[in-house]
């Protein structure tokens, strides 16, 4: 167990739909950062969150939304869901703003699959 | 802009034999270089850093030397073992800034 926890671990659902992917960073951790894992695009950072706000942004298309709440949780909103979304969606987290002293630490993933 | 590139997998290896997977970067500054390894059905874990020219990071037998003259930080382990079966990621984060830099991943299998 890394200390990050994401729920659900798996998600199916249909196209056009709208899902929530939650984040609960290692204890401790301010930073919360979401990535996208795909075969064809790799891992693609999409945002993140740094003590409640928006820190960078990476490519995170305008149909994804993210937010960071008091308690440090995260949640990745997904919405208008189209098949190319079927990924692997892994949260990270580390103690300071930028992770390049101590690393990411990273959750288990939650794998999305839009039929 | 800063880049990352890794060598073509899927490398195939007999167990114990020499390993070394390639990283070489483009960078500007001094960037801190990882290595994350991520086993089937899990997250990226973090095996090793460095965070300066000439620093060698080392864990579970892996080691990589961050090379500033070559821009390179290339992973090796002595004597693979079925279990390092895995994808191994190169990463690199620049001072000051928000996002690290993947590589693509290299997948590693190691037959007993």
């Known amino acids: 167990d890394s200390g990050v926890t994401q729920t659900p671990k798996h998600l199916i659902t249909a196209t056009g739909q709208r899902v929530t992917l939650r984040c609960s960073p290692r204890s401790g951790d301010l930073s919360v950062y979401w990535y996208q894992q795909s075969l064809d695009q790799g891992l693609q950072f999409l945002i993140q969150y740094y003590n409640g706000e928006e820190r960078a942004k990476g490519n995170i298309l305008e149909r994804f939304s993210a937010q960071q709440f008091p308690d440090l949780h995260s949640e990745l909103n997904l919405s208008s869901l189209e098949l190319g979304d079927s990924a692997l969606y892994f949260c990270?987290?580390?103690?300071?703003?930028?992770?390049?002293?101590?690393?990411?630490?990273f959750g288990s993933g939650t794998r999305l699959t839009v039929v | 802009g800063n880049s990352v590139t890794q060598m073509e997998g899927p490398v195939t290896l007999s167990e114990e034999a020499f390993l070394t997977i390639n990283c070489t970067y483009t960078?500007?500054?001094?960037?801190?270089l990882f290595w994350y390894v991520q086993y089937p059905g899990e997250g990226l874990q973090l095996l090793l850093k460095a965070t300066k020219a000439d620093d060698k990071g080392s864990n579970k037998g892996f080691e990589a030397t961050y090379r500033k003259e070559t821009t390179s930080f290339h992973l090796e382990k002595g004597s693979v073992q079925v279990s390092d079966s895995a994808v191994y990621f190169c990463a690199l984060i620049s001072s000051g800034t928000y996002k690290y830099i993947f590589g693509t991943g290299t997948r590693l299998k190691v037959l007993a």
């Open positions: 990270a987290s580390s103690a300071t703003g930028t992770g390049e002293t101590y690393g990411y630490t």
């Open positions: 960078a500007t500054g001094y960037p801190s």
